[in-house]
């Protein structure tokens, strides 16, 4: 089974250095892609993996948590994922391999800032899935974003771990206020806490057809839905697709680094949706998950406050 896909990430128009990263692994030991596109990956009984990570803390310290937290969580995958056989392995087992891989990746990040003083307080965003069995099981810290457009309606799978989206739901803000609000990226959920994550997970099936975006704030805070949308309503192929959309970013002023990730599902493996046949998701739950988790730490403040 093939997967075509295409990514980019950008610098922008703003930034100094690129603190975003990406990642494709087929899951079968191959030393995985980060930040860089090859051909498109032969996908081995285990699935595809594939992720962006939108770091922060300053000077280089951003770049390095991003693509260490991507390191660890290709690393991690294939140790207790990959490997194993795929005819005795459960949803089960996928669905607690990607919470051990977030939380082994925030260890990593949390480890290597502590060695490093001039890394102190560094962090990373998550968004990863692997496409298996039919499905795309997610993984999701921070807000970074996963999507998932059938032509021809675009959702939005992930919710922004984010102070301004918390104020949302509790109704202490409109929408349309968060988007302009100074706090809009402050992060309540990010690899390299030294608290545990709360990661959360997503499970969409997924038909022929279908594309699933994965991307950076730097894309979906320039970018409205219906401007993404717009560009992949006209079929082009993921190379244009990500190239339009970063394009679009950097023209409507390009604040942050852009990072776009999408995979085109159309191997024939995949079954084709019913006419007019929506797109559902759940939040699969795990007895061993963690308590859900609120508020903002002095960590968070301090490592998030320069964020624009």
Not at 67 to 79: K, N
Not at 129 to 149: E, L, M, P
Not at 239 to 267: F, K, W, Y
Request: include cysteine.
């Amino acid at each position: 089974m093939l997967i075509d896909y295409a990514a980019i990430t950008h610098q922008g128009r703003v930034r100094k250095n690129n603190e975003d990263g990406y990642l494709v692994s087929a899951l079968d030991g191959e030393e995985p892609n980060i930040s860089f596109v090859s051909r498109s990956p032969q996908v081995c009984r285990a699935g595809l993996l594939a992720a962006v990570a939108d770091g922060m803390g300053g000077a280089a310290a951003g770049e390095i948590a991003s693509r260490e937290g991507l390191a660890s969580m290709a690393v991690t995958m294939f140790g207790h994922w990959g490997r194993f056989p795929m005819e005795s392995s459960r949803e089960e087992d996928l669905l607690k391999a990607l919470l051990t891989s977030a939380e082994v990746a925030s260890h990593s990040v949390l480890r290597y800032s502590d060695s490093d003083r001039s890394s102190r307080g560094m962090g990373s965003t998550l968004t990863a899935a692997v496409i298996w069995n039919g499905f795309a099981y997610i993984v999701h810290v921070g807000d970074s974003r996963a999507y998932i457009y059938r032509r021809p309606h675009l959702h939005q799978l992930t919710t922004d771990h984010t102070l301004v989206n918390e104020m949302v739901l509790a109704g202490s803000i409109t929408p349309e206020q968060a988007k302009v609000h100074p706090q809009r990226s402050m992060i309540t959920q990010a690899l390299g806490c030294p608290r545990p994550l709360d990661a959360a997970l997503v499970k969409v099936p997924v038909k022929r057809g279908d594309r699933l975006l994965l991307c950076s704030d730097g894309l979906h805070g320039e970018v409205e839905d219906d401007g993404l949308k717009s560009i992949l309503d006209f079929g082009f192929s993921p190379r244009r697709s990500v190239e339009l959309m970063v394009e679009l970013a950097l023209d409507r002023g390009g604040r942050d680094n852009v990072t776009a990730l999408l995979l085109a599902l159309d191997d024939p493996a995949f079954p084709l949706p019913a006419p007019g046949e929506a797109v559902q998701w759940t939040e699969p739950a795990l007895q061993s998950n963690p308590p859900a988790r609120s508020g903002i730490s002095q960590w968070f403040k301090r490592f998030v406050a320069g964020r624009p």
